[in-house]
């Protein structure tokens, strides 16, 4: 009974968040909402055995992970916020206040990785999924990872449009979420 209504709570703070989003299908908002509710999947599935053996290796790779997801969201909202010079100029309704950037943020975080906050939401349901891998979690995995690679590559045709050949030019020197990798 509980983690049905942990999952019913959670989507409907999920629709709330992502209201102007899910009217706008093909933005990187709509296909973020998807992700993020599959990452809440992933947290109501394994919520009984949460942490219960934290120095088994899964768990450990998960507490590695979930590290990771937080300091790449706080890098990679910090210098948003702080370099990317945030404007009603941007007036698009389906994006954060925070999303709205005027200027091109291509240093710290964002030198060696294009979208760090999808990272960490990468990292994030990785993180989640490996509290307590199952085969049915790491179907839910695969889809929150494919979800945020089409919230990537919409986030990068709508930045492309806005910034033109400065953005084109970051995205050859830059990976979507692993440096030098990926």
Not at 16 to 34: D, M, N, Q, T
Not at 98 to 114: A, N, W
Not at 118 to 124: F, G, Q, R
Request: hydrophobic share 50%; charged share 15%; aromatic share 14%.
């Amino acid at each position: 009974m509980l983690p049905t209504i942990i999952f019913l709570a959670g989507t409907a703070i999920l629709i709330w968040l992502s209201r102007k989003a899910l009217r706008a299908p093909g933005r990187h908002g709509f296909y973020r909402f998807f992700a993020w509710e599959a990452i809440l999947v992933l947290f109501v599935l394994n919520q009984e055995p949460w942490g219960r053996d934290p120095f088994a290796p899964h768990q450990v790779v998960s507490w590695i992970l979930m590290t990771i997801s937080i300091l790449l969201v706080h890098q990679g909202l910090s210098l948003l916020r702080r370099n990317g010079q945030a404007s009603e100029e941007r007036s698009d309704n389906a994006l954060y206040e925070f999303e709205k950037t005027t200027s091109l943020v291509t240093e710290g975080i964002y030198r060696h990785i294009r979208h760090p906050m999808y990272a960490s939401l990468l990292a994030l349901a990785w993180g989640a999924y490996f509290q307590n891998p199952t085969w049915v979690g790491s179907g839910v995995a695969v889809t929150a990872s494919f979800f945020l690679l089409l919230t990537a590559k919409a986030d990068e045709q709508e930045c492309l449009a806005y910034f033109g050949h400065a953005y084109a030019d970051y995205m050859r020197r830059t990976r979507r979420f692993i440096p030098g990798i990926f």
